[in-house]
């Protein structure tokens, strides 16, 4: 079935640092891809999406391109700042109408 | 203001007594579904709904009921709540399909003693 797996946490980094979260997938047909954030106490919002391969999906200074070669969908930011601190998901979303989600990666971001 | 409402947000009950945990969303939206969130696993799908009077199971739908009578609601029922359906619950929605941007609720946080 399909899976996503993405890179474990915690992660932790200093403000204005590079923040990479490998993500990584395995499907069946040509899903659409999303990287969604989850803010302490709240509920998951949609950060950025690509549908088809070779797409940059791009929101708040974090991108992400679908990466069908590799089947990798890495999520990028160039300069984190503390209110970046969240915790991120990678998922995918197939021909069966499930959404399915990696396990999540926590980053805090320090002053 | 457009959003998903879940209702109860906390709730600690006891094993076996039937539980409903609503959701409704103001967007007209047609998809619904229900995931639950524990460490180190991310989110489950438990069910999800194409539309009115339509429902299939997600990943983990064992122990779970739901219902769409109504386009806007989505209640997840726990008939006989077990430990291990302890958990946090989000509800979310989107326009037609799971591949549309899914708005979530803020969640329930369960606890079965």
């Known amino acids: 079935g399909d899976s996503v797996t993405q890179m474990e946490g915690p992660v932790t980094l200093s403000e204005e640092a590079f923040l990479t979260i490998n993500c990584t997938y395995t499907?069946?047909?040509?899903?659409?891809l999303f990287w969604y954030v989850q803010y302490p106490g709240e509920g998951l919002q949609l950060l950025l999406k690509?549908?088809?391969?070779?797409d940059k999906g791009s929101n708040k200074g974090f991108e992400a391109t679908y990466r069908k070669e590799t089947t990798s969908f890495h999520l990028e930011k160039g300069s984190v700042q503390v209110s970046d601190s969240a915790v991120y998901f990678c998922?995918?979303?197939?021909?069966?109408?499930?959404?399915?989600f990696g396990a999540g990666t926590t980053v805090t971001v320090r002053a | 203001e457009a959003q998903v409402t879940q209702n109860p947000r906390y709730l600690i009950t006891v094993t076996g007594k039937k539980l409903t945990v609503t959701c409704s969303q103001n967007?007209?939206?047609?998809?619904m579904s229900w995931y639950r969130q524990d460490p180190g696993l991310g989110l489950r799908q438990i069910y999800y709904s194409m539309n009115v009077e339509v429902t299939d199971k997600g990943d983990v739908p064992e122990g779970y009921k739901v219902s769409r009578k109504e386009k806007r609601n989505f209640p997840l029922i726990l008939e006989s709540p077990s430990p291990n359906q302890t958990s946090l619950y989000f509800c979310?929605?989107?326009?037609?399909?799971?591949?549309?941007?899914?708005?979530f609720g803020p969640g329930t946080r369960l606890t079965v003693l």
């Open positions: 998922a995918l979303s197939d021909l069966d109408y499930k959404l399915s």
């Open positions: 499907a069946t047909g040509y899903p659409s």
């Open positions: 967007m007209n939206h047609e998809y």
């Open positions: 690509a549908t088809k391969a070779d």
């Open positions: 979310a929605s989107s326009l037609s399909s799971d591949t549309d941007t899914q708005y």
